[in-house]
């Protein structure tokens, strides 16, 4: 706001309640200056532009009355501690995936992504009108911490190989960067998961210190340029079937924003969240064009027999959160239910679309 438009404003605001320019009218209206801290490269495509892209809303929304500033990992804090950065308040928000945060809570790990779980327009249902927000939220109160949605991949991709898998036993000894519950399931059939920031995975790649990644689908997968460390290219990413993103909020500063601006962040997300989503799913079939056709990669489906391997140990991984608390619990409960009562919908209308428009003419 231009500060002539702001006196006019204010002098008006005070003529009508009869009141001076108080201290605290004065301060609500001046410039907040907030830290955003995210676990991607700086600016990397889809997941730092899309963490630019909320805070430039941000910005927008409320005319540079709450103005957020973005540092990319490594910038501010390492990627993996940015929860801790936001819990202690050394910045006001983050941007992640919070099955980073296991460590912290094992019931986190549900509002990310869970192998076999739900695509990422069924995790919007869950969590905006099935009861997942709430639950979400209780899972991040104990550290000071306001969660909320801001962003989805869509389907990932199964990630990059360097040999074949056609058995089962193909995965065995697999040194394999891949995060959250989808690591413990490689784990359980023989691989050993590996944690790495975006960053990180390239490299690791090439040297040989891991023999496969998954990072997230083409357009990401592209921009790492993962194809030239590896030529196997498989689908589809049964581990993270809808990756939603996450923005966490400190909660003491969220608290002394006025009501407006709390609107505004909470909304600014929510328009994020959907944006990233049509963002990847229209650059990810032009990438995909650009590995097959310009890069040659080899892309390969994981044969069926696998698959149902991977989703009964799957099922059983899942299924074991449940047990480690009573948060967990619940948080698995509600996730369970919805899931089995979406599946019933999407079967008769998502699925049957799908398999009709995909059916040979
Ligand atoms: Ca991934």
């Known amino acids: 706001m231009k500060r002539r438009d702001f006196l006019n404003k204010a002098g008006l605001a005070a003529v009508a309640t009869g009141a001076g320019l108080s201290s605290t009218s004065a301060s609500a209206a001046a410039k907040t200056r907030w830290k955003m801290v995210t676990t991607w490269p700086k600016n990397f495509p889809g997941l730092g532009t899309g963490a630019n892209y909320l805070a430039q809303l941000i910005n927008d929304m409320s005319d540079g009355r709450l103005h957020v500033k973005v540092y990319g990992a490594n910038e501010l804090v390492p990627p993996f501690e940015i929860f801790d950065a936001v819990s202690q308040g050394t910045a006001e928000m983050g941007h992640g995936a919070s099955y980073y945060w296991k460590g912290k809570s094992e019931a986190a790990q549900f509002f990310s992504a869970v192998p076999f779980g739900l695509t990422a327009q069924e995790m919007n249902g869950w969590l905006y009108h099935g009861g997942g927000m709430e639950l979400w939220q209780e899972t991040y109160a104990p550290f000071g911490l306001i969660p909320t949605a801001a962003g989805n991949t869509g389907v990932q991709m199964g990630g990059w190989f360097n040999r074949e898998i056609k058995t089962l036993d193909d995965l065995k000894g697999l040194k394999m960067r891949i995060p959250g519950l989808g690591g413990e399931v490689l784990h359980r059939v023989g691989g050993t998961p590996v944690s790495l920031s975006g960053g990180e995975i390239f490299t690791s790649l090439q040297s040989g210190a891991i023999d496969a990644t998954e990072w997230v689908g083409p357009y990401n997968d592209l921009a790492f340029g993962l194809y030239k ?22 909660q003491k500063a969220f608290a002394a924003l006025p009501k407006d601006l709390q609107s505004i962040v909470l909304n600014a997300c929510k328009v994020a969240n959907q944006d990233m989503l049509a963002e990847y799913t229209a650059r990810n079939n032009a990438a995909l064009h650009t590995l097959v056709t310009e890069h040659k990669v080899q892309l390969r489906r994981f044969p069926d027999a696998v698959m149902q391997k991977l989703k009964i140990i799957s099922d059983e991984v899942v299924g074991e959160i449940a047990k480690k608390d009573d948060l967990s619990k619940r948080v698995y409960d509600s996730f369970r239910a919805y899931r089995d009562q979406v599946i019933a919908w999407h079967d008769i209308s998502e699925r049957a679309y799908l398999n009709a428009r995909g059916a040979e003419s």
Do not use: Q, S, V
Not at 229 to 250: D, M, Q, R, S, V
């Open 229 to 250: 460390a590896a030529k196997f290219y498989y689908y589809p990413g049964w581990h993270e079937p809808g990756t939603t993103l996450e923005c966490f909020i400190n």
